[in-house]
């Protein structure tokens, strides 16, 4: 079957060398609609919308441009904000960003983590059975009535100064037409309890800041492939609900709209099968800081031949052809490592299908 013309999804990268199609076996992919010269720049992606940097990683990988200097601690660091930068004008960058909402956001989040001990926070456990559709939609239905009563709490701080940045405990009264009773108050309190996975909440916080800041983003992640059971397992499905209350307790007021059920799990079946590691540039990236998503980057498949390289340049991904390409072969990236590209194709298949959950078919794991 030869591969069908696809109306352009939303965010889709364009460009006079290729297009995007529709394939029979890998969903869409990117075609070279001519003859491509070896290290041609075929597109950059600047279009970063949500990522997290894990926290390992926060004082030794700059908050903006993702700068590294061999561990050493940055010389910027922002305790409230729990970011560290290489420049003051990296710090200038990302508060222009995020705006003074986000920074508000970040920094109530921020003040939660750090109530944390390292053991409390939540730790996931990779290797446990994926939680099925089923079993996601029952998890994220029994967040439902806590999330009314946070809400209802939180609308009842509304006229407190006091409460408006940060972890609220609201007084006695009547939020948005509902009487704010000690149940709701309650249900706060016992959200703020329950145990914490830092990377989860700064991951999801940065996509709802993102897309408040640019509501044009929302239906660029809406096109990207997307995962039904995107949830390593059972901890990992718990600590995004988890990360709902957290989120719905702490946060501003004015981003509490965006911060629903359906808003975070999108994020997360988009994440899952787009997200690209944010790496070291050295040593074939063998320091992992972190991951993020850009959607227009998102459109290229994998081959364990590639014939386009990727490059990270701060934070905007280059990609170039990595050999001369011919009119109509598709353009592939690795979605593999430095050292996992050079195991044997057992173990390669077994990467792609555990981490991305596809067989992969590409020419070299065919024998083409
Ligand atoms: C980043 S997306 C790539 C674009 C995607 N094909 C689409 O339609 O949006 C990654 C997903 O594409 C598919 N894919 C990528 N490379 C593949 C391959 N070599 N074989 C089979 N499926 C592949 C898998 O479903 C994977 O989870």
Redesign the pocket.
Known sequence: MSPTTTTLPTGAPTSPLFEIRE?P?????VFATKDIPNDTLLWRSTDLTLDVLLREYRREVCGECFAYDHGRDLPIRDQSLGFAFCTPSCLETWKSRNGPLGIQAWTAVEKLVKKRSKEDSEMVSPDLPRPSTKRIAEAWDTTTTAASLIRVARAADRDSPANQAGVAVPVDHDGGGVKCTKQHRKAVQKALLQPLNPDIISFVLSGILHTYHNPSAWPCILA??S?DTPYSSADDLAAYTRTYLHLLAVLPLPLLPHVTAESIRLLGSRDS??SFGIRSLEDEGAEFFGYGCWPSA??????CAPSVAKRRDGRVWEFRSARDVKEGEEL?IT?LSGEERRLSRGKRVGI?KRN???????DRCEGV
């Open positions: 394939t076996h890998s969903g869409r992919a990207l492939a995962d099968h787009n998102s459109y290229f498949n994998h081959s592939c979605y792609l991305w959950g596809f067989d992969c078919a590409c």
